[in-house]
């Protein structure tokens, strides 16, 4: 799978951090999905980075964020709540339509889980909602804190062990959560909702995704995980969450299906055809304004002179029958400024062509192939300097 890092400003103009999993191939891509994680966790939480990758391999592209203060995201977690988890979903959306697509999936994990049917309703672009594990309210982890409610209400804030790490709570977080204490978002949800549970889960309760589920409108789908714990700890476990999505989700989803024989066009021979798959994903490096998805134009140059010389090497060593066992070759272009025009400022173009014969050859046998090398057809045509004619077609 490819990941590309993206970052975006939260409302307060602090820098978050998130990573948009992709499949091999942008062709692939039918769709965007945004991930939001469970309370105080992270974005590379083992259920988060599976799920997102198995979507990956199925064609959903998935971007999964650290919310304000966590992971690598910048801001304090104690000044966090609620709300601006739902505004951080929402400024992750913002930011994955303009670089790369709108998201038409939003998958909540847990607390997430309530984040994502909140977000849902601000995000006309999403189309189906997924919640794993997740509470029909912001205000269920509110038990997380019972212990300290009274402290935290007389001075302020407490320090909060959750998963074995301490967090600062502060008195805004429980207003905040207090006001999410209803499911009417969910009733109004314009989305189709797959609800995953486990009836086991220690965590949040099977009943909250039964209150999920009774609020919710048509259409609307239930799934039981089983045995799986509240983190879907199994790798097993996440896979089914995966494979479940990319074959719900097709129902209500205008997903670009490519026949690879059908759609092609009828093509002339040693013609090619080369189209844009997305206008947002431009194959090359970084620094020249692409998404490193791909190599570049000269890369690809690079590599039709390659692979011309190592089949046109590997004929004439299995003809003469040589004792070829593997041909390893290393290219390089670049632009060097040209010796014999001194008083000029001239430069030419020069393709360097490292060849490493591996085999029990001779001298004779290795200076020979080098001289065939020279032979491969790719490397005629770039020495006899084509004509280019273009022409504009409707």
Excluded at 38 to 55: Q, V
Excluded at 258 to 264: K, L, T, W
Aim: with cysteine.
């Amino acid at each position: 799978m490819n990941k590309i890092k993206l970052e975006f400003e939260n409302s307060n103009g602090e820098t978050l951090a998130g990573l948009l999993e992709l499949p091999e191939r942008m062709g692939q891509v039918s769709s965007f999905a945004l991930f939001a994680h469970c309370f105080t966790c992270g974005k590379d939480i083992a259920a988060a980075s599976r799920i997102s990758r198995a979507l990956a391999a199925r064609g959903i592209a998935v971007l999964r964020f650290d919310f304000t203060g966590l992971g690598n995201s910048d801001g304090d977690f104690g000044n966090t709540n609620f709300s601006s988890n739902v505004d951080d979903l929402v400024r992750a959306a913002a930011a994955l339509e303009e670089n790369y697509g709108a998201p038409q999936i939003l998958i909540g994990h847990s607390l997430g889980g309530a984040a994502v049917l909140s977000a849902a309703t601000r995000l006309p672009s999403v189309k189906a909602v997924v919640t794993i594990g997740a509470p029909a309210t912001a205000e269920h982890v509110a038990h997380l804190f019972k212990s300290r409610a009274e402290q935290i209400k007389a001075q302020g804030q407490a320090t909060v062990s959750l998963g074995g790490r301490e967090f600062s709570i502060k008195k805004q977080f429980l207003d905040d959560i207090e006001r999410y204490s209803s499911t009417g978002k969910i009733r109004d949800l314009d989305a189709a909702l797959l609800v995953f549970h486990s009836p086991l889960d220690a965590i949040v309760s099977i009943d909250e995704a039964a209150k999920i589920y009774q609020a919710a409108r048509h259409p609307k789908s239930f799934i039981s995980l089983d045995k799986a714990d509240h983190l879907l700890s199994k790798v097993e476990d996440s896979e089914y969450v995966a494979t479940t999505i990319a074959s719900w989700v097709s129902r209500y989803l205008e997903l670009e299906q490519q026949d690879q024989a059908g759609d092609r066009p009828d093509l002339v021979d040693g013609e090619v055809l080369i189209t844009e798959l997305n206008q947002r994903f431009l194959r090359g490096p970084q620094k020249y304004g692409g998404s490193d998805l791909g190599p570049t134009p000269y890369d690809l140059l690079l590599m039709s002179l390659g692979a011309c010389t190592s089949m046109t090497l590997r004929m004439y060593a299995n003809r003469k029958k040589l004792a070829l066992e593997d041909v390893q070759i290393r290219l390089q272009h670049e632009r060097v400024h040209a010796e014999d025009c001194v008083d000029c400022n001239h430069s030419i173009e020069r393709i360097t062509r490292r060849i490493r014969l591996i085999g029990d050859l001779d001298d004779e046998q290795r200076q020979r192939l080098l001289e065939i090398a020279d032979r491969c057809p790719v490397h005629r045509s770039l020495e006899n300097e084509p004509q280019i004619v273009t022409e504009l077609v409707d």
